[in-house]
């Protein structure tokens, strides 16, 4: 018994990493209508230039991903600005053949720049801490962090939604493009705003990446599938639904494992395919929320 309770407990805290993996994936789609191919690569390019940091300024990763994320910011700004908003429009395809192109850049940029080697965030003492929570179980400090992380971007996102100008023009792009931009609203901008945010929230999953498993150049493809997978699951553009997609995901992975070591992988990715069959807009499918 005590075996399956560990499983829910990593399980939920896993979900914590796949919420931070999706979040940005889901301010994209929620704000622009953009599906990104290569966010899963950008998550590795940030983890790299959060390794770069740390590497050459001698800081812990926590300090590095605070110098990190206004680099991204504006990496995320200008990209939007200048190459993706010319591809948005009534047609899907653009976006999806760019995005693609770019995933294939960042990955044999990186593997130009840092070899096929794997590497990972050291941050001394807590990457092994643990709390007990009696009995036999207990939790990495770090998986807990991830987790609260998760919560706290997801209550920031919110905020920035309903309680600023620039959410206000978030969501009536997002409502109605056409009519945003007859009230004034500079579209492009406001996307480009949109992306860099979202880069923010990239650098933040990028660190709990780095420093809860090894990364290397090749690994985006499978961390864009665990956020395609949570944001499907949670229901397209709302932020506390991908937050439970990505406890459901992790939950079905480590109870998966706990029954098979062999299911880990397939136990998610069946439990993405049973909510599909079941609610094919999600769990909570709305608009962001």
């Known amino acids: 018994m005590n075996g399956l309770l560990d499983a829910i407990i990593q399980g939920v805290l896993l979900g914590g990493l796949y919420a931070l993996f999706a979040t940005g994936l889901s301010l994209m789609f929620g704000v622009m209508r953009l599906v990104n191919l290569a966010h899963g690569d950008l998550i590795v390019l ?14 812990d990763p926590f300090a590095a991903v605070l110098l990190a994320a206004p680099i ?19 047609d899907l395809l653009p976006p999806l053949l760019v995005t693609f192109g ?4 960042i990955q044999n940029g990186l593997l130009q720049m840092f070899s096929a080697d794997s590497r990972r965030l050291r941050s001394g003492a807590i990457e092994t801490a643990s709390v007990s929570l009696g009995g036999d179980i207990a939790v990495g400090v770090v998986p807990l962090l991830t987790l609260v992380s998760a919560i706290a971007v997801i209550v920031v996102l919110n905020f920035i939604f309903y ?10 792009t997002s409502d109605d493009l056409d009519v945003a931009q007859l009230m004034g609203i500079d579209v492009n901008r406001t996307f480009a ?11 933040i ?26 944001v499907i699951i949670g229901g397209l553009g709302s932020f506390w639904g991908t937050l439970a997609g990505g406890i459901i995901l992790g939950l079905a992975q480590t109870i998966g494992a706990h029954i098979d070591p062999e299911w880990q992988i397939l136990s998610g990715h069946l439990a993405f395919l049973l909510v ?11 608009a962001i929320d």
């Open 46 to 59: 940030a983890a790299f230039v959060i390794l770069t940091v740390t590497e050459k300024l001698g800081v």
């Open 72 to 90: 991204l910011f504006a990496i995320g700004f200008g990209l939007q600005h200048v190459l993706l908003n010319r591809t948005l429009g009534r």
């Open 102 to 105: 770019l995933s294939i850049i």
């Open 163 to 172: 309680r600023t100008s620039i959410g206000r023009a978030f969501r009536a």
């Open 193 to 203: 705003m949109a992306m860099g945010i979202a880069f923010v929230v990239i650098a």
């Open 205 to 230: 999953a990028a660190l709990y990446l780095g420093l809860r498993a090894n990364f290397d150049p090749t690994i985006g493809p499978a961390r864009l599938l665990y956020a395609f997978e949570a």
């Open 276 to 286: 599909l069959v079941l609610r094919p807009r999600g769990l909570f499918p709305r």
